[in-house]
């Protein structure tokens, strides 16, 4: 398990996670950490449009099932360019010396009830409404969020599909390494 | 006896670079990904429709099968050249890019700025029409009246 700083002199706010030599899942060899692999695949419309099709993405159970394959291509691959672009954005201003705050108060819990969970499992949704495309990340204390993943939503839990599935077990599996790990927190830089 | 805790960045030793050289230089051409995206998506709903595959297109393109998936991955520089060879392997027409004015002052419409590409056989226009009529955006592969028109541009004119 690697993690990565967003930027040089960081000690707080959004790390991203690299999956090496992990049980569950591996991140491509291409990839230097899970946001560029998230940024490739999510703005190819080749990736995009297979992924959706394939029963792994749960299209066909969920609510959008009768939303036509080229609707759901378009709207996730501009959301994933607004996604990247609003990240470059943040990481612009972040230089002066605001990192990423406001992406990490985007940032919510899975679910109600792991709102108090330390280290705990989050989301991150690009628009207000209407949202295919999530972030998932691992909240540690209450001063770093690292990003594991990416998943597109069109089923209602995410259990209910594979690729969602591997994205809450990912999370799992960060949050156990960080316990194995000792790992509490990011303050005392 | 007392449990011996780590902080974050006592184990974090690499920055991560790759996306955020990615993501300023696709912040610069984001209205040319985004046409190379549509583009993509509907060459690929055209060649699934008439069963194409990548490795047949790019035989009857000329080109390599990696320069096609390229093109499909919205990856590639696509140049009229490159446009007229999809156009004539595929035995359909790309119009060419058209001007309208965007001042109100200026009625008169240049043209549409719409990328067009439909077969010419008839029967093969009827079945295009009842694909994906809930898109949003301009469709390559379906058809309207206005491209049915016989004196509407073709790839060769571009």
């Given at each position: 398990?690697?993690?990565?700083?967003?930027?040089?002199?960081?000690?707080?706010?959004?790390?991203?996670?690299?999956?090496?030599?992990?049980t569950?899942?591996?991140?491509?060899?291409?990839?230097?950490?899970?946001?560029?692999?998230?940024?490739?695949?999510l703005?190819?419309?080749?990736?995009?449009?297979?992924?959706?099709?394939?029963?792994?993405?749960?299209?066909?159970?969920?609510?959008?099932?009768?939303?036509?394959?080229?609707?759901?291509?378009?709207?996730?691959?501009?959301?994933?360019?607004?996604?990247?672009?609003?990240?470059?954005?943040?990481?612009?201003?972040?230089?002066?010396?605001?990192?990423?705050e406001?992406?990490?108060d985007?940032?919510k819990?899975?679910?109600?009830?792991?709102?108090?969970?330390?280290?705990?499992?989050?989301?991150?949704?690009?628009?207000?409404?209407n949202?295919?495309?999530?972030?998932?990340?691992?909240?540690?204390?209450?001063?770093?969020?690292?990003?594991?993943?990416?998943?597109?939503?069109?089923?209602?839990?995410?259990?209910?599909?594979?690729?969602?599935?591997?994205?809450?077990?990912?999370?799992?599996?960060?949050?156990?390494w960080?316990?194995e790990?000792?790992?509490?927190?990011?303050?005392?830089? | 006896m007392?449990?011996?805790?780590?902080?974050?960045?006592?184990?974090?030793?690499?920055?991560?670079?790759?996306?955020?050289?990615?993501?300023?230089?696709?912040?610069?051409?984001?209205?040319?990904?985004?046409?190379?995206?549509?583009?993509?998506?509907?060459?690929?709903?055209?060649?699934?429709?008439?069963?194409?595959?990548?490795?047949d297109?790019?035989d009857?393109?000329?080109?390599?099968?990696?320069?096609?998936?390229?093109?499909?991955?919205?990856?590639?520089?696509?140049t009229?050249?490159?446009?007229?060879?999809?156009a004539?392997?595929?035995?359909?027409?790309?119009?060419?890019?058209?001007?309208?004015?965007?001042?109100?002052?200026?009625?008169?419409?240049?043209?549409?700025?719409?990328?067009?590409?439909?077969?010419?056989?008839?029967?093969?226009?009827?079945?295009?029409?009842?694909?994906?009529?809930?898109?949003?955006?301009?469709?390559?592969?379906?058809?309207?009246?206005?491209?049915?028109?016989?004196?509407?541009?073709?790839?060769?004119?571009i």
């Amino acid at each position: 398990m690697e993690i990565y700083r967003t930027f040089d002199k960081q000690y707080q706010g959004i790390y991203l996670a690299c999956f090496v030599d992990c049980t569950i899942y591996e991140t491509p060899e291409d990839y230097e950490t899970e946001l560029d692999k998230i940024q490739d695949q999510l703005q190819d419309p080749l990736y995009v449009r297979n992924f959706i099709k394939s029963p792994r993405s749960g299209w066909k159970k969920g609510n959008y099932r009768n939303e036509p394959l080229k609707y759901l291509a378009e709207n996730i691959l501009e959301e994933a360019g607004d996604l990247f672009d609003k990240l470059d954005e943040i990481s612009n201003q972040s230089q002066n010396g605001n990192p990423f705050e406001l992406l990490f108060d985007n940032f919510k819990e899975l679910s109600p009830n792991e709102k108090y969970n330390d280290p705990g499992r989050r989301k991150m949704y690009t628009y207000d409404y209407n949202s295919l495309l999530r972030l998932y990340g691992v909240r540690l204390n209450n001063d770093c969020i690292i990003i594991t993943g990416a998943g597109l939503k069109f089923v209602k839990a995410m259990q209910d599909c594979k690729a969602l599935q591997l994205e809450l077990d990912k999370m799992n599996y960060l949050i156990e390494w960080l316990k194995e790990n000792k790992i509490t927190d990011c303050s005392d830089f | 006896m007392t449990k011996k805790t780590k902080n974050l960045n006592q184990i974090v030793t690499k920055t991560a670079t790759q996306w955020k050289i990615r993501a300023t230089k696709d912040r610069s051409n984001r209205r040319e990904i985004s046409r190379a995206q549509q583009f993509a998506l509907d060459l690929l709903d055209y060649m699934e429709l008439h069963k194409i595959k990548q490795i047949d297109l790019a035989d009857k393109m000329g080109v390599s099968p990696q320069q096609v998936n390229k093109i499909l991955r919205a990856k590639a520089n696509l140049t009229f050249e490159t446009l007229d060879k999809i156009a004539d392997s595929l035995g359909a027409t790309i119009t060419s890019p058209r001007i309208k004015t965007n001042n109100s002052n200026y009625t008169q419409t240049v043209g549409s700025t719409m990328q067009v590409v439909h077969r010419r056989q008839p029967k093969i226009i009827q079945e295009n029409s009842k694909i994906s009529s809930r898109t949003k955006k301009n469709p390559i592969l379906e058809t309207s009246f206005e491209n049915m028109n016989p004196y509407g541009y073709t790839a060769k004119q571009i």
